[in-house]
């Protein structure tokens, strides 16, 4: 496993290590209830710049760097980390994200998501990325599927968000 991580691009779709200038945005982008929808609850809300602080302080900690910025054009627009899984675990990762409102709809999730994606598989000892959505998030469905993620599950009534019960949606990809 390497321990440095390279930024790595793809056109004007760029993931690179966070910078505190990001963190202004960062706040502004994940206070919205239209992206705290899609994340788990452990996500702060409302998500205050203490918040972004906090978040850069533990991510300077990592080593390997797994939670990356996204940057398009020049412009910080969100997050995506592998979380590398313990004990029996420890071949997969759990891939997470999310661009700011500003940005959907541009092509930026799936570029960022394919970049990690391989990256990850480059570079962490791992077999198998996956993660689960939340049934009404339609769009992170398409994006996993684009990056040729597999649905490979339908965990029913198995996830408790804003006092409402939801399916999950696991994806996974598998390394060639």
């Known amino acids: ?9 793809n056109g004007e779709v760029k993931l690179r290590e966070f910078i505190d200038l990001d963190l202004a945005k960062l706040s502004e982008y994940a206070n919205n209830e ?10 702060p809300k409302p998500y205050t710049p203490r918040d972004a602080e906090n978040f850069k302080k533990m991510i300077d900690l990592q080593n390997p760097k797994t939670f990356f910025a996204i940057e398009y054009k020049g412009e910080y627009v969100g997050n995506i980390s592998l979380s590398v899984g313990d004990d029996v675990y420890r071949k997969s990762a759990e891939i997470g994200y999310f661009i700011g409102e500003p940005f959907w709809n541009k092509g930026i999730a799936t570029k960022a998501v394919s970049l ?11 077999v198998r990325i996956h993660t689960g959505i939340f049934e009404f ?19 029913k009534k198995s ?10 949606i696991r994806y996974a990809k598998i390394k060639e």
Request: hydrophobic content about 35%; some cysteine; overall charge neutral.
């Open 1 to 9: 496993m390497r321990n440095k991580f390279t930024t790595i691009e």
């Open 116 to 126: 990690i994606t391989n990256w990850g598989f480059e570079n962490l000892d791992i």
């Open 137 to 155: 998030n339609k769009s992170s469905q398409r994006v996993l599927e684009k990056c040729g993620y597999i649905k490979e599950a339908v965990f």
């Open 159 to 168: 996830v408790c968000k804003n006092n409402e019960i939801y399916d999950e």
């Open 34 to 43: 239209k992206v705290s929808i899609n994340l788990r609850d452990a996500f």
